[in-house]
C-alpha cells in the first residue's frame, strides 16, 4: 500500500510538473506571436507614412 501511494504521489508531482512548464511553454509562444504582430503592424505604419504625401 505504501509503494502505491508513492508511485500516485510521483505521477501526481510529474503531471504537476509537465502541466506548468506547458503552461509556460503556452505562455511564451503568445508572448511572442504577439509580439511579432505588433512589428507588423508598426513596420506597416512606417510604410504607409513613407508613401503618404
Given at each position: 500500500?505504501?509503494?502505491?501511494?508513492?508511485?500516485?504521489?510521483?505521477?501526481?508531482?510529474?503531471?504537476?510538473?509537465?502541466?506548468?512548464?506547458?503552461?509556460?511553454?503556452?505562455?511564451?509562444?503568445?508572448?511572442?506571436f504577439?509580439?511579432?504582430?505588433?512589428?507588423?503592424?508598426?513596420?506597416?505604419?512606417?510604410?504607409?507614412?513613407?508613401?503618404?504625401?
Open positions: 500500500m505504501v509503494l502505491k501511494c508513492a508511485i500516485s504521489n510521483l505521477c501526481v508531482t510529474l503531471a504537476r510538473k509537465l502541466t506548468n512548464n506547458l503552461r509556460v511553454i503556452q505562455h511564451a509562444w503568445h508572448f511572442w504577439q509580439l511579432s504582430l505588433v512589428f507588423t503592424v508598426v513596420k506597416l505604419g512606417v510604410a504607409v507614412a513613407c508613401f503618404t504625401p
